[in-house]
């Protein structure tokens, strides 16, 4: 999750382990420190892009390894804040506070490695969007009537109100995936079924196959049952070319085989199709290559910023006042434009004359 979310889970983790034995201020800006802690990985550099990406989320969102530190860290919280509390409270609010952290992660799309050092398999269970204006509000709240009013109910049902729009979250993503499973015509390739961005009402389907990858969306508020799926070709020959090229094996590993490769001259494409929506991508990599087949440099792609198009999609998308996708609905808007500027520029014309 993003940094925001985080730093309020931890405070407010750490507000309910330690309640009133020591200021509530300083139970806050525990747990905000802490719960900043894992993310603190992203300042190390690991040669390129794509291992940056992949190495995210590693020993620093560990089970064991947090698990490991959390004794070093409530031993110096004792000492720096002189609370005089017992050094048991202390352990379970840093450990609570640690681990929470990578367990809402993994909630997310992206990848966690909480299992180091005994697998380095990403989990991702999608059923929350990386950033929910509505998870964070709810702690944020129950964290602001906390402090101001010296009663700790007000974090108490921000807790429980936050975990469970995030139970919620997990209930309807099973819905949509039985919903898409009874849709398909054979269970040929995979299919991902992930929170579209900062809600938990629509969702985001992609199904891979060797062929082509398809997209489709299924909100709650859907007045249509049928799926509408977009499809858009994939190239297997070149996947089989270049499967074990380093990078490429290690996004394909870390995208479950959600990904997409093409071809430019010189150049490969290479897509995680997880993180973003048709047509804009998080992780889009060029990978430079020469006449051997070698990778000489790999650099990553920005992503389009969200413009007021975008937005207007979702919001209508998820009130089902439309069955596109966001690329189908750009591209309608794009040609309602030009047909608009030319129709100015004929009116202009004839009043010229």
């Known amino acids: 999750m993003d940094s925001l979310s985080q730093i309020a889970l931890g405070a407010a983790v750490s507000i309910a382990v330690f309640r009133r034995r020591q200021p509530l201020w300083q139970s806050a800006a525990l747990g905000a420190v802490l719960g900043t802690l894992p993310d603190l990985d992203v300042l190390i550099q690991h040669g390129d892009p794509i291992s940056d990406m992949t190495l995210h989320r590693t020993e620093s969102h560990s089970l064991f390894y947090l698990t490991l530190l959390s004794p070093l860290l409530a031993w110096f919280w ?3 804040s002189r609370s005089g509390g017992s050094f048991r409270r202390a352990l379970l609010g840093v450990w609570l506070v640690l681990i929470t952290h990578p367990l809402l992660d993994t909630l997310t799309i992206y990848g966690t490695q909480l299992l180091l050092p005994f697998t380095d398999y990403p989990f991702g269970i999608g059923s929350v969007f990386v950033i929910d204006p509505l998870y ?4 944020l709240f129950g964290l602001m009537f906390t402090l101001l009013k010296k009663n700790l109910l007000w974090n108490q049902l921000g807790l429980v109100f936050s975990c469970g729009y ?9 819905w949509v995936q039985q919903r898409v499973e009874q849709q398909l ?5 995979k299919v991902l079924v992930s929170a579209a961005p900062f809600n938990t009402l629509l969702w985001r389907v992609l199904w891979v196959q060797p062929e082509q990858y398809s997209e489709a969306y299924v909100s709650l508020l859907d007045p249509k049952q049928q799926i509408q799926w977009q499809h858009y070709p994939r190239q297997p020959e070149l996947i ?9 094996a290690r996004i ?3 995208s479950h085989g959600f990904f997409q490769l093409t071809q430019q001259p010189g150049q490969l494409v290479l897509t995680d199709l997880r993180l973003g929506l048709e047509p804009g991508y998080s992780f889009r990599f060029v990978l430079t290559h020469n006449d051997q087949g070698e990778v000489t440099n790999v650099t990553q792609l920005d992503r389009p910023p969200a413009d007021s198009h975008s937005l207007r999609w979702l919001w209508q998308r998820v009130q089902g006042e439309t069955q596109q996708t966001l690329a189908q609905y750009l591209a309608a808007t794009e040609a309602t434009a030009a047909a608009a500027g030319d ?5 202009q014309g004839k009043a010229a004359d």
């Open 78 to 80: 004792l000492k720096i």
């Open 136 to 139: 964070t509000l709810l702690l």
């Open 166 to 174: 995030l139970l919620f979250g997990m209930g309807a993503q099973q």
């Open 185 to 189: 015509p054979a269970q040929q390739g």
């Open 240 to 248: 089989r070319q270049w499967q074990l090229q380093t990078q490429v």
């Open 252 to 254: 394909a590993w870390f």
């Open 343 to 347: 129709k100015a520029k004929v009116s």
